[in-house]
């Protein structure tokens, strides 16, 4: 689910865009998606029903489409705040689904990064993050704890 | 107060979690009990039930999109939020509930 292939500190972006493109062709890199027009149309048009930008200094731009190979979370963490719609953002949360192969164990895990994303300990850890295996380290206990 | 409520967003993904966790959390803090069923991509989980939805004060729905089970709250005090502001300002969610039972 996490990959530390797909975990970024301190990045810079001008727009929320570069930053999509960026996660996405990351993601098409370590194979989690194939191709990806699906992929970017299906985050795009989520964005424009509305912007993923929760709050918290959170962006959570996410798809759901036939050319995600297996579910996944790309994460970037930003050197300087970034325009999201009307907010704000330090952290990027890239989420991919496949439309066909869900399994509950990914949708479990994805519900369990959301929950911990309201709890202010759980970002500090993220946005405290001085490297990219600090960071992962951070998603992949994730995994372990599930919300049980 | 007792709360109970529903939280669904179009993919379910994310931000049905992120404001269950996010309107139990304000709830708790400001003295409520507070059950909230989620209507994600893995259907419906922490159901509320039939007895809970009798003792209940006030209905909460935040979402955006629409939810399954609505006439369980046919003849309760129903509050709709939209669930992104549910998510940003969860205080304020909580606080619009205690004026709807005034």
Same mark, same amino acid.
């Given at each position: ?148 | ?17 992120? +404001?269950? @966790?996010?309107? %139990?959390?304000?709830?708790? #803090?400001?003295?409520? &009990? =507070? ?30 999109? +629409?939810? @399954?089970?609505? %006439?369980?709250?046919?003849? #309760?005090?129903?509050? &709709? =939020? ?21």
């Amino acid at each position: 689910m996490f990959d530390q292939q797909l975990t970024f500190v301190k990045k810079q972006f001008q727009t929320k865009m570069e930053a999509i493109d960026f996660l996405i062709q990351k993601a098409i890199e370590s194979k989690k998606v194939i191709g990806g027009e699906a992929y970017k149309q299906s985050v795009c048009q989520r964005e424009e029903e509305f912007s993923t930008a929760v709050g918290y200094d959170i962006a959570i731009p996410h798809g759901s489409s036939q050319d995600v190979q297996e579910s996944f979370v790309a994460v970037a963490t930003l050197e300087a705040p970034l325009h999201w719609g009307d907010e704000l953002v330090k952290m990027i949360f890239l989420i991919g689904v496949p439309e066909n192969k869900r399994t509950k164990e990914h949708l479990q895990i994805l519900a369990w990064l959301s929950r911990n994303l309201m709890h202010q300990e759980f970002r500090e850890d993220i946005l405290h993050a001085e490297n990219e295996q600090q960071l992962f380290n951070c998603l992949k206990k994730l995994e372990t704890e599930k919300g049980d | 107060m007792k709360i109970v409520g529903i939280t669904a967003c179009p993919t379910g993904i994310a931000h049905t979690y992120m +404001a269950q @966790e996010a309107l %139990e959390e304000a709830g708790r #803090k400001r003295g409520h &009990e =507070i059950k909230l069923e989620t209507q994600g991509a893995m259907g419906a989980e922490n159901e509320i039930t039939e007895d809970e939805v009798e003792t209940a004060d006030v209905v909460l729905i935040a979402v955006g999109c +629409a939810v @399954e089970g609505m %006439e369980r709250f046919e003849d #309760k005090i129903v509050v &709709e =939020i939209d669930v992104a502001d549910a998510i940003k300002n969860p205080q304020a969610a909580i606080m619009k509930l205690e004026e709807a039972v005034k």
